[in-house]
């Protein structure tokens, strides 16, 4: 089938710093045309994917993530390039809305943002005129009442990370610097349980370096290192490295790439029981889901009763990129046949 992609505008496909959504199109783009379909792939012209590609915006706008203007710009132009597509895979927001102008056109699209009031009105909006996938049973369950095609959770090419040991003697943040990931959290659990962390992660945002400076800066010094945003191979290293990702958030999150990333090194995941992580975690098995930060911090200091190789076998397993490239092909598919 001739399958077109449309990626967000803001960062580069794949992306060179962070971006998960980036991450998963680029898996996704490369893994439809290794089982043999024609892919093309509307982006930024600073992408690099190796699959065809077409784009309106020279560079990626990341400087303006989230604005109207730039993310219009670019899905009108995305839906003259892929109307002639089989179906269509938009993971923008403003991409199902326009594609009501295509009669006729198969359109699916990941919601890869929480389920909040605004996305619930957007989505009921828009079905069941596009077909809607969650990332995570959480993220579903959030909205009822939104008819969901399927549930396809995230999945990476464990190829791409290297096993570590664990031998560097920390435990590691890597995320978002904002108060939705809990930066200050996972400092709290490092310290009582008397290990080392060092964080990395985005910090572009005027509300990021507000938090950093309020609740992240104070408390750097020994034993506490932030690191600023890393770029992959720098990343690998601190994930093969940490005894431990700490995953620390209080919300909802749809699904948290960065949990499969570690796992893909050996990394055991501490989590708290929100979102998509008891999906994700095999609690005792993977790491550990804790009620809370006092247990998050005893369970650091016996995180290496884990065994690693169980952490990466299950990114080569069903967390695997080839399940979730087979998951949206065997839907794209059912979406053809009952069209």
Request: net charge negative; with cysteine; aromatic share 8%.
């Amino acid at each position: 089938m001739r399958i077109g992609l449309v990626a967000p505008p803001w960062n580069p496909i794949p992306p060179p710093l962070y971006g998960g959504i980036e991450l998963v199109v680029d898996l996704l783009a490369r893994g439809f045309q290794k089982a043999g379909h024609d892919v093309i792939l509307f982006t930024t012209g600073d992408s690099t994917c190796p699959v065809p590609m077409k784009w309106a915006l020279a560079e990626s706008e990341g400087m303006r993530i989230g604005m109207a203007v730039p993310e219009i710009r670019h899905v009108l132009h995305a839906y003259e390039v892929v109307r002639d597509c089989d179906i269509v895979h938009d993971h923008t927001v403003v991409g199902p809305v326009y594609a009501e102008r295509f009669s006729g056109l198969p359109v699916m699209t990941t919601i890869h943002g929480p389920f909040n009031e605004e996305l619930h009105d957007l989505y009921r909006a828009v079905t069941p005129r596009v077909h809607l996938v969650c990332i995570s049973e959480s993220q579903r369950r959030s909205a009822p009442d939104v008819p969901v095609a399927r549930v396809i959770h995230h999945g990476i090419d464990a190829r791409d990370f290297p096993m570590g040991n664990g031998d560097g003697g920390y435990c590691l943040f890597l995320g978002r610097i904002a108060p939705d990931k809990g930066a200050h959290r996972a400092i709290a659990v490092a310290k009582a349980a008397g290990m080392p962390i060092i964080l990395a992660g985005k910090m572009r945002e005027p509300w990021e370096w507000s938090y950093f400076r309020q609740h992240v800066e104070p408390q750097l010094g020994p034993g506490v290192e932030y690191l600023g945003e890393v770029d992959h191979a720098r990343k690998l290293d601190l994930l093969g490295g940490a005894k431990a990702l700490l995953f620390p958030i209080r919300w909802p999150e749809p699904f948290g790439l960065v949990m499969l990333e570690s796992m893909a090194c050996g990394t055991p995941v501490l989590a708290f029981p929100e979102g998509a992580a008891p999906e994700v975690v095999d609690d005792g098995r993977t790491g550990f889901i804790c009620a809370d930060e006092e247990e998050m911090a005893q369970a650091l200091l016996r995180v290496a009763t884990i065994d690693r190789a169980s952490c990466r076998k299950v990114t080569e397993g069903y967390f695997s990129a080839d399940r979730m490239v087979a998951d949206h092909l065997d839907l794209f598919t059912k979406i053809l046949d009952d069209s």
